[in-house]
C-alpha cells in the first residue's frame, strides 16, 4: 500500500519560492510520480510529473522555467522547488503516484491519467 505525505506548503507574496516535499511509504522506486494542484472552482490540473529514474519529466505551460521536479529514490521522497511564485499558483497541491509495469516506456509517467495513488494536499497561497 502507498502513502504519500505532503508538506512545505504556506503564504508567501509573488515572487517567493516554496518546496514541496512528498514523502512515500511502500515501493514506489518504480513509480511514476507528480504533482497536481487544485484550485477553488477549478479543475485539478497537472504541474509536474517525472519518471522513476527522472529521464523524462513534464511541465504544464504554465510552471517551466520557474518550478522545478526532482525525486530521492533512496529517501522516497519527491520534492517541487517552486521560485517566481505568482497569485495565479495559489491552490492545494497534491503528490500522486502510479506504478510503472517493468514492460512499459517510463515516457508514460508524463502521461496525467492514471495517477491512483493520493496524498492528502498542502495548501500554497501567494500574495500579489
Known amino acids: 500500500q502507498v502513502q504519500l505525505v505532503e508538506s512545505g506548503g504556506g503564504s508567501v507574496q509573488a515572487g517567493g519560492s516554496l518546496r514541496l516535499s512528498c514523502a512515500a511509504s511502500?515501493?514506489?522506486?518504480?513509480?511514476?510520480m507528480g504533482w497536481f494542484r487544485q484550485a477553488p472552482g477549478k479543475e485539478r490540473e497537472e504541474v509536474a510529473l517525472i519518471s522513476p529514474g527522472s529521464t523524462y519529466s513534464y511541465y504544464a505551460d504554465s510552471v517551466k522555467g520557474r518550478f522545478t521536479i526532482s525525486r530521492e529514490n533512496a529517501r522516497t521522497t519527491l520534492y517541487l522547488q517552486m521560485n517566481g511564485l505568482k497569485p495565479e499558483d495559489s491552490a492545494m497541491y497534491y503528490c500522486?503516484?502510479?506504478?510503472?509495469?517493468?514492460?512499459?516506456?517510463?515516457?508514460?509517467?508524463?502521461?496525467?491519467?492514471?495517477?491512483?495513488?493520493w496524498g492528502q494536499g498542502t495548501q500554497v497561497t501567494v500574495s500579489p
Open positions: 511502500g515501493y514506489t522506486y518504480s513509480y511514476c
Open positions: 500522486a503516484a502510479k506504478p510503472l509495469s517493468p514492460a512499459a516506456s517510463p515516457f508514460i509517467c508524463t502521461q496525467r491519467n492514471e495517477y491512483n495513488y
